[in-house]
T-cell receptor, first 115, second 112 residues
């Protein structure tokens, strides 16, 4: 299993500002994942963060808007840049453990509201 | 693009009732997972089903994977208020398509 600490748990931000979300895992993992969960929508993968290389972004998400850092095997950050109300959402980091029947563990999420 | 449709979207029942939620797709998945998410928390994995027709039980929860591996169901017997939460299904494609596709979820409320 994996225990993930994510912070902040929630924040209210002004339009045009940026917020950095931190994710700390209690064990070393190769890949960390960042998801967005909008009301009434599916969990959507934003990007996969690998240590020592640039993150891999999914269609519709770009590095300028969601820069990601992965300085070591237990930590990652996601920044939501130049925020607009449309960025209001829950942001979740996760890690995958095991092979074969791989299991995804999630942080408790960051509830972001942009005014 | 693989899509997963969950139904119903909302379900409100009384304690002690039984319920079934569904997860359907036109795509074949190599495996399918069910998660439960409570307010202010991340999703927590309940089960993974891999084989077509597979049935897994977790106390009062019964999970089934369709024979064609395109759909799944979750049945809860004698629901309790502690079962309240958002139930998400997630399918994993095969081969190079290893990523998880999530449904939108079923929000279950069990009233005492």
């Amino acid at each position: 299993s994996a225990v993930i600490s994510q912070k902040p748990s929630r924040d209210i931000c002004q339009r045009g500002t940026s917020l950095t979300i931190q994710c700390q895992v209690d064990s070393q993992v190769t890949m960390m994942f960042w998801y967005r969960q909008q009301p009434g929508q599916s969990l959507t993968l934003i990007a996969t963060a690998n240590q020592g290389s640039e993150a891999t972004y999914e269609s519709g998400f770009v590095i300028d808007k969601f820069p990601i850092s992965r300085p070591n095997l237990t930590f990652s950050t996601l920044t939501v840049s130049n925020m607009s109300p449309e960025d209001s959402s829950i942001y979740l980091c996760s890690v995958e453990v095991g092979t074969g029947g791989r299991k995804l563990f999630f942080g408790s999420g960051t509830q972001l509201s942009v005014l | 693009t693989q899509l997963l449709e969950q139904s119903p979207q909302f379900l409100s029942i009384q304690e002690g009732e039984n319920l079934t939620v569904y997860c359907n797709s036109s795509s074949v998945f190599s495996s399918l997972q069910w998660y439960r998410q409570e307010p202010g928390e991340g999703p927590v994995l309940l089960v993974t089903v891999v084989t077509g027709g597979e049935v897994k039980k977790l106390k009062r929860l019964t999970f089934q994977f369709g024979d064609a591996r395109k759909d799944s169901s979750l049945h809860i017997t004698a629901a309790q208020p502690g079962d309240t939460g958002l139930y998400l299904c997630a399918g994993r494609g095969g081969g190079s398509n290893y990523k998880l596709t999530f449904g939108k979820g079923t929000l279950l409320t069990v009233n005492p």
